[in-house]
């Protein structure tokens, strides 16, 4: 069905900008831990007065960490609200004034008007809006700019990252964000998504479907971008006790981007690399793969491989897909990531949801937070 709305020019996502204490400690972490090369510089020595931030690119990944170099920047109150986390998750398109003008039309919440800011790489546009919470979504346009990464960035100076200690762990693309909003507003902002920035919505779970004895949400996925950007949305349902929802809103401070799914073509490669490099992942039981096979059906991959990586399976009619959950990476409950492996199947795992949320619910109880 051609939604009426695609006319809004989202071409996929650009860059995931976080907003954390320390950028440069965050830089070592998601290069020597998670495989990203970090390819640019913005602070002091480039001319930027106010931030440090540092561009790091695994495969067709950005991330984009910024930290404030004084109390007088003018989000520098983000770190005691929030923690580290990400600020703005940004989409590229054909038009930045096109794109800006239609959602505010729409109903978007104007947080930047479009800019083109020209340095001697050539023009960078970019134009900003409201989305849940403090997140927000940059407009931006590059075809004109030819730059390290926007105006203010310079390469990474060779002596800062040393091109021969750098090891991919293999991850190649963004396969979808996904945002926690309060009880009662994920219809809004599916509304949002859909109205405003012309997404259409997927497919819907309810509390029936993910529950345990204690957690609950609801969830709903919107894409846009022609398929490229899927943006599940959940918000806390009750269950017995707190859900991981609430608790994540709690230590939060609000709503907020929870997971980034990244895609990679050899889980079974990258999620050993990514253990080698210390990065912690949830567990589910063992039991979890004695009934796998029944439950899938037959996939490539050695189930005794999988259970000792805890990689999770789930299919639909379409194929099958791998993913596991890291815990999260700070130490507020907060963000975590995903790392996917789609064998033709266009779902979100929603076969592993009880057995990933009981795993979830082992780490609130140690947290007391359950
Ligand atoms: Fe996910």
Do not use: C
């Not at 259409?200 to 957690?215: A, H």
């Not at 230590?251 to 990258?270: C, E, M, P, S, W």
């Not at 929603?350 to 949320?357: H, I, M, S, T």
């Amino acid at each position: 069905m051609t939604n009426k709305l695609d006319d809004m020019p989202l071409r996929k996502i650009d860059h995931v900008r976080f907003f954390v204490g320390n950028a440069r400690q965050s830089a070592y972490f998601y290069r020597n831990a998670y495989g990203f090369d970090v390819v640019a510089y913005a602070g002091l020595e480039t001319k930027v007065k106010n931030e440090a931030g540092y561009v790091l690119k695994q495969g067709g990944i950005h991330f984009v960490l910024i930290s404030p170099l004084r109390a007088s920047h003018p989000e520098s109150k983000r770190l005691i609200q929030h923690g580290d986390g990400v600020s703005d998750i940004a989409l590229q398109v054909d038009d930045v004034q096109v794109a800006y003008r239609m959602a505010v039309e729409r109903g978007a919440q104007g947080v930047v008007e479009p800019q083109a800011i020209e340095d001697q790489y050539g023009i960078y546009e970019y134009a900003t809006i409201q989305a849940y919470g403090d997140t927000t979504h940059t407009f931006v346009n590059r075809d004109r700019y030819h730059g390290a990464f926007a105006p203010g960035f310079d390469p990474i100076d060779p002596a800062r990252y040393n091109p021969a200690t750098y090891h991919s762990t293999g991850l190649l693309a963004i396969d979808h964000i996904v945002g926690n909003v309060e009880e009662g507003k994920m219809n809004q902002w599916v509304d949002f998504y859909r109205k405003v920035l012309g997404f259409e919505q997927l497919v819907s779970f309810d509390d029936k479907d993910i529950s345990t004895e204690y957690s609950a949400l609801m969830s709903k996925v919107v894409e846009g971008g022609r398929g490229r950007i899927k943006f599940p949305i959940n918000e806390p349902a009750h269950g017995r006790r707190r859900s991981q929802i609430e608790e994540y809103i709690d230590f939060y401070g609000g709503a907020g981007v929870q997971h980034i799914a990244l895609a990679t073509n050899d889980i079974i490669k990258t999620v050993r690399a990514l253990r080698d490099n210390d990065v912690s992942f949830l567990r589910v039981p063992r039991t979890y793969y004695d009934s796998l096979k029944d439950r899938v059906g037959d996939i490539k991959e050695n189930i005794e491989e999988l259970a000792d990586l805890g990689i999770l399976v789930d299919r639909d009619d379409e194929g099958y897909m791998l993913q596991i959950f890291t815990k999260p990476v700070q130490d507020r409950p907060t963000l975590f990531f995903e790392i996917i492996q789609r064998e033709g199947a266009k779902s979100f795992g929603k076969g592993n949801f009880k057995a990933l949320f009981e795993a979830i619910e082992r780490e609130q109880a140690i947290r007391g937070t359950l």
